[in-house]
């Protein structure tokens, strides 16, 4: 059974850092591209960035309003992906969702993790 | 960015009775590789979204077969042949074609 789970969401304060971790299983991770998209409670869903992996030619590309701040790295070999978030400020607080694929995106998504920003 | 314009906003329903959101994208979604990329998700309360339709008019495994969709280049649509409890929630479209991929601003479908 393929699975995504996340974990690492908290309540940070402005200016700090988070890193989230997006662990999977039932499926070749290493083949798959890994998305994240947040959503802000009660609003709808934004690309973050993602991660595509050697396998498929590596590449990694992140949406405007994270550019900079948020870095995805991936093991292969432990089947994680990661969501480094530098500079928090208050519009990243949302629900953060691992999920897998790119262009065809969202066959599985995880369950999300919460990121509240806030002094 | 690529735009998507759904409608509409808030789609109330009647059990048994069909339904149709709409998308469209400022650019087309399909690419050289022959694919569009459209998908379609269903998000219940309290849930992680589910994807419905990708590809424009694939359904993905385990989703009712009242669900379709439909459409190329730049519009496209989701119908529910016969709408049941089970359906209410949010549907998205989303785009993958262009980077960054763009979703619609949702749909609310509820009961009447």
């Known amino acids: 059974e393929v699975q995504l789970v996340e974990s690492g969401g908290d309540l940070v304060q402005p200016g700090r850092s988070l890193r989230l971790s997006c662990t999977a299983s039932g499926f070749t991770f290493g083949d798959y591209t890994i998305t994240w998209v947040r959503q802000v409670p009660g609003k709808g869903l934004e690309w973050v960035g993602f991660?595509?992996?050697?396998?498929?030619?590596?590449?990694?590309e992140y949406a405007a309003p994270v550019k900079g701040r948020f870095t995805i790295l991936r093991d292969d070999s432990k089947s994680i992906a990661y969501l480094q978030m530098n500079s928090l400020t208050s519009e990243d607080t949302a629900v953060y969702y691992c999920?897998?694929?790119?262009?065809?995106?969202?066959?599985?998504w995880g369950q999300g993790t919460l990121v509240t920003v806030s002094s | 960015d690529v735009v998507m314009a759904q409608s509409p906003p808030s789609l109330p329903v009647t059990l048994g009775q069909p339904a149709s959101i709409s998308c469209r994208s400022s650019?087309?979604?399909?690419?050289?590789?022959?694919?569009?990329?459209l998908n379609w998700f269903q998000q219940r309360p309290g849930q992680s979204p589910r994807r419905l339709i990708y590809?424009?008019?694939n359904r993905d495994s385990g989703v009712p077969d009242r669900f379709s969709g439909s459409g190329s280049g730049t519009d496209f649509t989701l119908k529910i042949s016969r709408v049941e409890a089970e359906d209410i929630g949010v549907y998205y479209c989303m785009q993958g074609a262009h980077w960054p991929g763009t979703f619609g601003q949702g749909t609310k479908v509820e009961i009447k």
């Open positions: 991660n595509r992996g050697e396998f498929q030619g590596a590449l990694t």
């Open positions: 650019q087309s979604l399909a690419r050289s590789d022959g694919k569009t990329y």
């Open positions: 590809e424009a008019s």
């Open positions: 999920v897998r694929g790119y262009r065809s995106l969202g066959d599985y």
